[in-house]
């Protein structure tokens, strides 16, 4: 019996001192950690992702013009169509609200912009009818700070 117990401590500090010990490995005491390489991988990605959020749109007072309430959807597809080739910098808004589509336009934190862009596009003509500004939540970046309301 003693000598099975000898042998079986023999084979047991054997195994344990065979086992490779790899540059990312850190000992401590008596623990072993190894660290696996995709843990580096994985906090690179957070830190990405930790930055594109900061980044992120916000929703801020500001204000947007309607520019289209239609049951015809070829009209408002036009009209869409032609605010965003001459217009590309501002964001075009199609919702449907029964019976009605109606489009949007613009993320604007100051109201005197949104009366800019209003008084333009009367002038060329895209929309017949009147333009309306209306107070909503718009989208803002974050690194940029929002003005109050007027």
């Given at each position: 019996m003693?000598?099975?117990?000898?042998?079986?401590?023999?084979?047991?500090?054997?195994a344990l001192k065979a086992q490779a010990v790899s540059q990312d490995t850190l000992v401590k005491g008596y623990a072993t950690i190894q660290k696996d390489s995709r843990i580096d991988v994985l906090g690179k990605k957070m830190a990405e992702y930790n930055e594109n959020l900061s980044s992120k749109l916000k929703m801020v007072k500001g204000y947007r013009l309607m520019l289209l309430s239609t049951n015809d959807?070829?009209?408002?597809?036009?009209?869409?169509?032609?605010?965003?080739?001459?217009?590309?910098e501002h964001k075009v808004y199609m919702v449907f609200q029964t019976p009605y589509i109606?489009?949007?336009?613009?993320?604007?934190?100051?109201?005197?912009?949104?009366?800019?862009?209003?008084?333009?596009?009367?002038?060329?003509?895209?929309?017949?009818?009147?333009?309306?500004?209306?107070?909503?939540?718009?989208?803002?970046?974050?690194?940029?700070?929002?003005?109050?309301?007027?």
């Open positions: 003693k000598n099975l117990l000898t042998i079986l401590f023999l084979f047991g500090a054997a959807r070829a009209q408002a597809m036009q009209v869409r169509s032609q605010l965003l080739q001459q217009y590309p109606k489009l949007k336009m613009g993320n604007f934190t100051d109201k005197s912009e949104a009366e800019k862009l209003r008084k333009a596009l009367l002038k060329s003509e895209i929309v017949s009818g009147n333009i309306y500004l209306l107070p909503e939540m718009v989208e803002s970046r974050q690194d940029k700070p929002a003005l109050t309301e007027e």
